[in-house]
């Protein structure tokens, strides 16, 4: 199967020469962790910003600083194997799909590609997922929880009880979820959006991310089993590649943990790690 067949073509880009407050408000809306940058008036890619190029530079203003003009791609000729491969290899959520002119035409993530799994495949995830992750206990406060965020650029983390079973899993968009939050926020000088901009609460957690540590953005001490996930979507070493994939699109997911019979976290697979079963 090729690229061109399963792509998406609604497009979500910045542009340079463009500020890094406009790449956070689209990231944001579009509730996207990157997207390619073109040059302004054009089609053509110069370069893929992320999350994380943002927030490991969190003093510069400017794209064009801090995007990575050495990225990945494909084109629309090429397997989906090739943009699996790549996907994994590189562990990103997204390439873009240029033509010779390297004009954007497309982009291609993990969630197009896990939607033509082979239903033939008949894996299950034991040789898939990963314990290589960062579980956290029920009663640590929320601020001690942004701060592992931020220093293990974990987006998901699963949370434990006393019995060391799975009770949750938090986000970084949980921990922005307090009106008090919003209202100390509200009071520094970030520009984050006025009567011209839409943006839901939701939408703007990645600037008071970016901004936690330079501004001291207050998180109250409460336990982060009071903002977190209970009702969480799992599985277990026996679950079907194709089940773990169906339960991603269907919840849009990317992150989903591992347990045993028990509720005892073994560990956690991702969208990208199932792109392994596509090489």
């Known amino acids: 199967m090729k690229v061109e067949e399963v792509m998406s073509e609604d497009l979500i880009v910045g542009y340079v020469p463009g500020t890094v407050k406009d790449a956070l408000k689209i990231l944001a809306k579009h509730n ?10 054009t089609k053509v890619v110069v370069g ?44 990103i959520h997204g390439l873009p799909v240029i033509n010779n002119r390297k004009h954007l035409i497309g982009i291609i993530s993990p969630t197009d590609l896990l939607k033509n799994i082979n239903d033939g495949i008949t894996d299950n995830i034991a040789q898939y997922f990963t314990n290589l992750v960062v579980p956290i206990y029920q009663d640590t406060p929320i601020n001690i929880v942004m701060e592992i965020v931020n220093i293990t650029h974990e987006n998901a983390l699963p949370v434990l009880d006393d019995d060391r079973k799975l009770s949750g899993i938090v986000t970084d968009g949980d921990l922005f979820k307090l009106s008090h939050i919003r209202e100390s926020v509200s009071q520094t000088n970030l520009g984050m959006g006025g009567d011209e901009d839409a943006w839901t609460w939701e939408g703007i957690r990645d600037t008071v991310r970016l901004h936690y540590s330079t501004l001291e953005v207050s ?27 169906d339960k991603m699109i269907k919840n849009q997911i990317s992150h989903i943990p591992v347990v045993d019979a028990n509720d ?16």
Do not use: W
Not at 264 to 279: E, Q
């Open 219 to 245: 998180l109250p001490p409460v336990p982060v089993k009071e903002i977190m996930i209970s009702n969480v979507v799992k599985a277990y070493k026996n679950t079907p590649v194709n089940e773990v994939a």
């Open 32 to 41: 996207v962790s990157g997207m390619p940058i073109l040059k302004k008036d």
């Open 48 to 91: 893929v910003l992320t999350r994380t190029d943002i927030f490991r530079n969190p003093e510069e203003d400017q794209i064009a600083l801090i995007m990575s003009d050495d990225f990945h791609y494909v084109e629309k000729d090429n397997d989906i194997k090739d943009a699996a491969k790549l996907l994994y290899n590189h562990r």
């Open 264 to 279: 005892r976290l073994l560990g956690m697979v991702t969208d990208i790690d199932l792109m392994a079963c596509m090489i």
